[in-house]
């Protein structure tokens, strides 16, 4: 274990002698002492692997923990250490209805291999009843309302009761998300984010994944480096950009799942 890393020490700095109150008004922002403790905690994690704070997580949040996944290459990697480093953790997809096959087919070889159940999320109406309220596909005309309808409004459904979640965002995927911290405050959704593979990289996520035989979605292999609903996302040069392919031609990078109201990573 990585002597950045001290379970009990890190838990005392994040939470004092009590675990986190829950957060009952997501509006309310938290104190800076709150906040400032939750920096101490990321600080500390720092140069911890991945494994390491998957149980961090685990022993500070469990029960209340919860794990978004869209199926992408550090989401599949996370789920993979799952049952030994985070076992029993509620794990969910945003399903918009417009995921590609390829990406649903997962869900199945997860809990095949590795007994990890995802729970689909789904938003209030059918893509039909969508479309037909918005005379025809929204994401056509204006895709960032889409993305807030069909994804944000059902997360933060999702997390009334939660505390903390665990996120497969790195420093290295693109500018909104070059400052990532391991621990920190997602204001959006009222938790804590963990992102334990903040500090890797491509290489090293894609590495372990064909190492230790990891399911992943075969749109990979098909020019697809970044995989979202099928309608905005598109295949790209192998020199581009990591999220080159979603949005394309719009300036959009982001559905907002990780971003600030203005576009800013968080």
């Not at 596909?137 to 505390?163: H, M, S, W």
């Not at 697809?224 to 309608?231: A, K, N, Q």
Request: glycine residues 8%; proline residues 8%.
């Amino acid at each position: 274990m990585s002597t950045a890393l001290n379970h009990r020490t890190l838990h005392n700095a994040a939470h004092g002698d009590s675990a986190p109150p829950a957060v009952t008004d997501r509006a309310a922002p938290p104190s800076q002492e709150f906040l400032d403790e939750l920096a101490a905690a990321s600080a500390s994690l720092e140069g911890s692997t991945p494994e390491e704070i998957m149980r961090w997580a685990h022993e500070t949040y469990a029960p209340q923990l919860a794990m978004g996944t869209a199926f992408g290459p550090e989401g599949c990697l996370l789920l993979s250490m799952l049952p030994q480093q985070a076992p029993d953790t509620y794990v969910f997809n945003l399903e918009t209805g417009y995921q590609f096959q390829q990406t649903l087919d997962l869900r199945d070889r997860f809990a095949e291999k590795y007994g990890v159940e995802v729970d689909l999320l789904k938003p209030e109406l059918s893509v039909p009843e969508y479309e037909a309220l918005h005379d025809g596909p929204l994401y056509k005309t204006n895709p960032t309302q889409c993305c807030f309808d069909r994804k944000i409004r059902v997360l933060q459904k999702a997390a009334e009761g939660r505390r903390a979640w665990i996120v497969g965002l790195r420093r290295d995927q693109g500018p909104t998300r070059a400052n990532t911290p391991i621990v920190g405050w997602d204001k959006k959704f009222g938790l804590v984010k963990i992102a334990p593979l903040a500090a890797s990289t491509k290489n090293k996520v894609w590495s372990r994944i064909i190492k230790e035989d990891v399911p992943y979605n075969p749109l990979h292999d098909q020019g697809y480096p970044s995989i979202g609903c099928w309608p905005c996302t598109q295949k790209a040069g192998a020199d581009g950009d990591e999220r080159d392919g979603r949005w394309a031609g719009t300036g959009k990078t982001e559905c907002g799942l990780h971003t600030e109201q203005d576009g800013s990573g968080i």
